[in-house]
C-alpha cells in the first residue's frame, strides 16, 4: 500500500510544475510499458505519490487559467498511471514471435527498448493488474488519466508535448487491456507527428499486433516505415527481421530475402562477426535469419535461383553461410541431391573461396549418405581434379594451412589411382580395360604431383611404371621407372627400377617405328650411363655402359654421344689407342656441334696426335681444327670481346697454315680489331692479308677498311692514298665519288695541296653530277688556287661554279646559291676595282665616257649579286653600287682641270664639277642606307659594317660614330634578318637601272662640264 501523502503548499508546487514544462518520458518506449515511470524527482523523496496528486488538483482548481495548468494536468495523469502501474511489470518482454503455423523459428533478442508485453502467437497483449487489486480499482486510475488526457487536448490543441500526451493516453489504454482503443490513440500520434520520438516504438508496437493479427500487409507497412527510416532508429534490426517474416508470410519470398539480407548486411557493416560468439538471443535471430532465407530459397525453387538471386542483387561476403544453412536445410529433409546440388553451385561459382574445399567434401559426404557410390566417386574426382597441389586454387591459398583439406586430398587420390588399377587388372572389366588406365594413370600421376616428397611417393611410382609396362606402353614405363630410381632419396625399390628402365628401354626399341628408333636408342644410352654411375656394384653395369659407349658412336647424337665418349674415358682409363681414338673422335664432333668449340679444339688435337702423317683423314681433321678455333672467335665478336676474337683468328693461320678458311679468319682478325679501334694493328693486318691473298674477293673491301684505320689512326696522308686506290678499284661509281672526295679531303687536312687538288679534279671530271656536290668541290678547288696565287685558275674556278649554279636547273639548291653569290661576287671585285682605277682627265669628255661605260658594267655584275637572295652578298653588293656612286662623284671632284682656265673660270667649272659630284655622293649615302635596312632586319656583317663606317665618313654630322654605336647598332639585337624587301632590291636589282640614271646624270654633267671647259678654252 501507498504511504498517505500530506498536503504540499502551492508555493511548492509550482516551480516544481515550472521545471516540468518539457519532461522527458523515462524508461524508452511505449512497448516498455511498465518502465514508463514519471519523473519522480519533481518531488522530495520523503513525500508521498498520493500528496504530489492531491497538490495537483489543487492547484488545477485554484489557478485553472495559469500557464502551467496543462503541464499540472499533464502531470496530474502521469501521476494517476504511475500510480496504477509504474512500480510492477518492470521485467524485459520480447517481441512478439514469428513464426507459427508450420514455421519452426526461435525466440529472438528484444531491440532496444522493445519491451512488449508477452504475448501468444494468436493472441493480442492482456493487461496484468498489480496483485492485491481488484478489477475496478486497478482501472479508476488509468480512467481518470485518460479523461485528464482528453481534457488537456481539448483544451490546449496546441499543446507542446501533445504527442507525449498521446503516448501516455495510448499506455493507459494498453494497460487496461484496451489494445483497440490504445491502437486508435497510436495512429492518431503518428499521423499527427509522425516525426515524433514515440514515432518508431509506435510503429512498431501497431505492427506487432498486426502480425498476431495476421494482418501482414498492415504489419508490412509498419515495420517498413522504421526499415526505411534507416539504422538511427533503436528498432532497425529487429524491424528488418520482423519485416523479412511479413512478407515471408505473404509468400512475397523475394522481397522477403531483400530485407533479411538487409539485416545482415547492416550487421556485417557494423562489424558483426559470425564466428565470434555473441549473445544467446543475437545468435539465435541471426541463426533464425539464415534458417527464414532458407525457407525462401526452398520456395522460390532452391539451388536454381541462389546464384541468380546474388548475381542479380549483388554478393555478400557471408554468401558461404546461406549455401550452407540451405543446403543442410535440404539434408535433415533427406533432399541429398539438392544439398549436394547446393554445394556444388557454390563452388561453381567461387572455385577460389576459403568454403569450396569444404564444401566439395561434404558433396562426396552427402552422397556417401544417401548410399550414391558412382556419385560420390565422381565427387571423389571432381575434388582432386579441382584442389590437386597442381590446381589454380592454391595460387590463391597458402596449402601449409589447409591440413584437413591435404589430409582428404592425399587419401582420396590413393583411393582413385588403387580403384582404378584394380579395375585394369579385373578380367570382367576387360572392356574398359583402356579407360581403367587412363583413369588409374592420372590419379597416380596426381598423387606424385601433389605429394611428390610424401615417404608414400617412391613405392606409388613404382606402381604407376608396373602399370604402364602391363599395358605395354614401354617408353612411359621406362621413364617412370627411371624417375623411381633416380629422383628420390634411397630406397628400396631404387636399383631394380633403374635396372627395369633399361629393361623397357630396350622393349620399347623392339617395337619403335623408323621415325623414332634414334631417340628411343638415345633414351636407352642415357638411361644405361645413369645406371652405371648410380649403381656401379650392380652385377649388370659393365655390361650396361658397354652397350651404351657402342651405341652413343653409332648414333652421333651430339649430348649422348660427347657424354658417352667421356664417360669411357672416366670407367676405362686403360683403354685401347683405337679405342680412345674413336672417344676422342666421337667427343670432337659432338662438341663442335654443340658450339663447344674450345673443347672441340682439345678433342681434334687428341685425335690428329693420334692419327699418322699419311693417313686419309687428316686433312679434313685439319680443317675441322681451323673450323674449331675460327668459331671461337665468332663467339668471341658475338660477345664483343673483340681482342680475343682478333688472336683466334690469327691463329687460324698459325696452327692450321694449309686450312682453306686461313683467308677468311685474317681478314676478320682485322675486322675484329677495327671495332676494338687498335686502329694500326688492324690496318697491318689487313695490309698483310692483302700481300697474302691478292686474288681474294675481299681485297677492295680490305682496301676500304685500311683506309679507315689509316683515317682514325690521324694517318691522314696514308688514309688519303688508300681512298684513291679505292677510287681506282671500286667498280661501284657511288663509292668511287665518295673515295675521291674523302681523298681529297684527307689530303687537304694533311696540307698536300697538289694532291687534293688532283683528287677533287678528279672527281669533277667523273662526277659533275650531284650540282651541289660538284659546285662545293670547285669551290675547294677555286680556294686552292687561290692559295697558290694563280689567279688566273682561280677566277676560272669561280666562272665554273657560278656557270653550273645557273644551268642547275631544278637541282639548284641554297647551298649552290650560296657558293655561287660569293663566286660571282669575287669574281665582281676586280670589276670594281678597274672602275675605281679610272681617273677623269683630259680630254675630259673622252675619260668621262670610258669612267661610265665601266660603271655601267660594274653596277650590272652587282646588281645581278642580289638574284642569288644570300643576305651577305646582297650586303656586299649594296656596299659596292654605294661605292660606284661614291666614286664617281669623288672622280668629278678629283678630275683634271682643263689648262688655261681664268680665275672665274676655273671657278665656275670646279662649281660645275660640285654640282655634277653632289647628286652621285647622294645617291651612295641612300644606297648604304639600305644597308642600314638590313641590318634592322637581322642582317649584321662586315659589309653592313663598312656601310656604317662609309656613312660616318660621307656624312659624318647625321652619321656619327658614337651616335650609331650608342643608338642603332645596339638595337640590333631585337631584329632578325629577313631577305631584302623589294624596295632595297629596286635599287640595284636590275642591272640597268642604275647605270642609266647615273649614265644620263653624268651624261649631262659630262657635257655641261665639257662645255664649260670648251667655253673656258674659247676665252
Known sequence: MMRPARAVGLTVLLPVIAACAHPAVRG????????????????????????????????????????????????????????EFGIHGDGKPVELPASQGGTQAKSVAPAPGAGLSAASPNAAPQL??????????????????????????????????????????????????????????????VSENPRSRFTDELQFRRAERFFVAKKYREAESSYAAIADGGSGSGYYELALYKLGWTLYKQQLY????????????????????????????????????????????????????????????????????????????????LRYQDAATVYKSFVASYPFHLASPRFSVRVSEIYEQGGFPQLVLAAKKDFAGTYGLQGEYWHHFDVNKSPEVLSYLKSNLKDLANHYHAQYQDPKQHEQRAANYVEATRWYREFLTSFHTDPQAPQTDYQLADLMLENHDYAAAAHEYEITAYDYPPHAKSAAAGYAAIYAHREYLKVAGSDVKDAARRDTIDSSIKFADAFPQHEQAAVVLAAAAEDAYEMKDLVFARDSGRHLFE???????????????????????????????????????????????????????????????????????????????????????????????????????????????????????????????????????????????????????????????????????????????LYAQADNADRAREAYSRYLAEFP?????????????????????????????????????????????????????????????????????????????????EKQRSMDTATRAFGALVDYQVGEVTAAATFYTAEIYANFGQALRESERPANLGVDALK????????????????????????????????????????????????????????????????????????????????????????????????????????????????
Open 571 to 745: 670407367k676405362f682409363p686403360n683403354a685401347a689407342a683405337g679405342v680412345r681414338r674413336d672417344a676422342w673422335l666421337v667427343v670432337a664432333h659432338s662438341t663442335f656441334g654443340l658450339a663447344e668449340y674450345a673443347d672441340a679444339e682439345q678433342a681434334y688435337g687428341q685425335v690428329l696426335e693420334a692419327t699418322p702423317e699419311g693417313d686419309a683423314s687428316r686433312a679434313g681433321l685439319v680443317e675441322n681444327l681451323a673450323a674449331s678455333i675460327y668459331k671461337q672467335g665468332e663467339q668471341a665478336n658475338q660477345a664483343g670481346d673483340y681482342r680475343t676474337a682478333a688472336n683466334h683468328f690469327v691463329r687460324v693461320k698459325q696452327v692450321a697454315p694449309t686450312s682453306k678458311i686461313c683467308a677468311a679468319a685474317e681478314y676478320d682478325a682485322g675486322a675484329a680489331l677495327l671495332r676494338l679501334k687498335d686502329w694500326t694493328a688492324a690496318a697491318q693486318v689487313l695490309d698483310e692479308f692483302r700481300r697474302s691473298f691478292p686474288e681474294h674477293e675481299l681485297q677492295k673491301e680490305a682496301t676500304k677498311q685500311i683506309a679507315y684505320a689509316y683515317q682514325q689512326a690521324g694517318q691522314v696522308a696514308q688514309s688519303a692514298g688508300e681512298y684513291e686506290r679505292v677510287a681506282k678499284e671500286s667498280p661501284n661509281p657511288q663509292l668511287r665519288a665518295e673515295a675521291l672526295l674523302q681523298a681529297g679531303d
Open 28 to 83: 524508452g518506449t511505449l512497448a516498455s510499458l511498465h518502465q514508463v515511470r514519471p519523473d519522480t524527482k519533481e518531488m522530495p523523496v520523503d513525500q508521498g505519490l498520493d500528496r504530489a496528486v492531491q497538490s495537483y488538483r489543487d492547484f488545477l482548481q485554484q489557478a485553472p487559467d495559469s500557464t502551467l495548468a496543462p503541464e499540472a494536468m499533464r502531470r496530474l495523469a502521469d501521476l494517476k498511471i504511475e500510480k
Open 254 to 333: 523475394d522481397e522477403a530475402l531483400h530485407r533479411y539480407f538487409a539485416l545482415l548486411d547492416y550487421k556485417v557493416k557494423s562489424g558483426y562477426d559470425f564466428d565470434a560468439k555473441h549473445s544467446e538471443a543475437e545468435q539465435r535471430r541471426i541463426e533464425d535469419t539464415f534458417q527464414v532465407v532458407s525457407l525462401s530459397f526452398s520456395n522460390l525453387g532452391g539451388p536454381d535461383v541462389i546464384g541468380s538471386y546474388f548475381g542479380a542483387s549483388g554478393h555478400r561476403a557471408y554468401e558461404d553461410r546461406v549455401y550452407r544453412y540451405l543446403a543442410e536445410f535440404y539434408l535433415a529433409k
Open 128 to 189: 496484468a493488474l498489480p496483485r492485491g487489486m481488484d478489477g475496478d480499482r486497478a482501472r479508476a486510475g488509468p480512467l481518470e488519466a485518460i479523461k485528464l488526457y482528453d481534457q488537456l487536448l481539448a483544451k490546449y490543441p496546441q499543446y507542446a508535448s501533445r504527442d507525449q500526451v498521446l503516448y501516455q493516453k495510448a499506455r493507459a489504454y494498453d494497460e487496461l487491456g484496451q489494445p483497440e482503443e490504445a491502437m486508435r490513440v497510436m495512429e492518431q500520434l
Open 769 to 849: 653530277k650531284p650540282v651541289e656536290t660538284a659546285v662545293e668541290t670547285r669551290s675547294k678547288v677555286a680556294e686552292i688556287c687561290k692559295s697558290k696565287g694563280e689567279q688566273a685558275q682561280y677566277r676560272h674556278q669561280l666562272e665554273e661554279i657560278v656557270r653550273a649554279d645557273g644551268a642547275a636547273g631544278s637541282e639548284r639548291t641554297d647551298r649552290t646559291r650560296n657558293v655561287a653569290a660569293r663566286a660571282a661576287l669575287e669574281l665582281s671585285k676586280p670589276i670594281y676595282e678597274q672602275f675605281a682605277s679610272l681617273k677623269l682627265v683630259q680630254p675630259f669628255e673622252r675619260s668621262l665616257q
Open 908 to 1019: 665656275d667649272y670646279e662649281q660645275q664639277l660640285a654640282d655634277a659630284a653632289h647628286p652621285l655622293e647622294a645617291k651612295a649615302i641612300a644606297v648604304h642606307e639600305k644597308n642600314l635596312e638590313l641590318m634592322r632586319r637581322g642582317l649584321n656583317n662586315a659589309w653592313t659594317q663598312k656601310s656604317v663606317e662609309r656613312l660616318a665618313a660621307l656624312e659624318p654630322d647625321r652619321y656619327a660614330r658614337a651616335e650609331i654605336s650608342s643608338g642603332f647598332l645596339g638595337s640590333l639585337e631585337r631584329y632578325v634578318y629577313q631577305p631584302p624587301p623589294r624596295a632595297v632590291a629596286a635599287a640595284f636589282g636590275n642591272p640597268t637601272a642604275p647605270a642609266t640614271a647615273s649614265g644620263a646624270a653624268d651624261s649631262a654633267s659630262g657635257q655641261a662640264l665639257a662645255a664649260g671647259a670648251g667655253n673656258a678654252n674659247s676665252h
